[in-house]
């Protein structure tokens, strides 16, 4: 199966990450989102396909500043509303 995932934009309200440091959350994002899909699949409802305008992630506990982990807590997040269950 080929799942195509297009993000035009992430919006993180109160996390300072320094512009120069912004590929990196990015980076670990693709990656866990990678392996979490790869792993677990999708929900049932999305397998079809389906164009979604917006996802609210489920709420988020972020630690620090870290681009490496945080890229990693939202890919989980963000896979807690596409993931199958």
Known sequence: ????LHIERLILDGVNIAPD???LL?????????RLL????????LIEGVA????????????????????????QSVYGGIGRE
């Open 1 to 4: 199966m080929n799942i195509t």
């Open 21 to 23: 440091q912004r590929h």
């Open 38 to 45: 790869t792993q677990g699949g999708l929900a049932a409802n």
């Open 52 to 75: 979604m305008p917006k996802l609210s992630a489920n709420g988020l506990q972020l630690t620090g500043n870290n681009p490496t982990q945080l890229g990693q807590e939202i890919a």
């Open 26 to 34: 990015q980076a670990s994002l693709t990656l866990e989102l990678t």
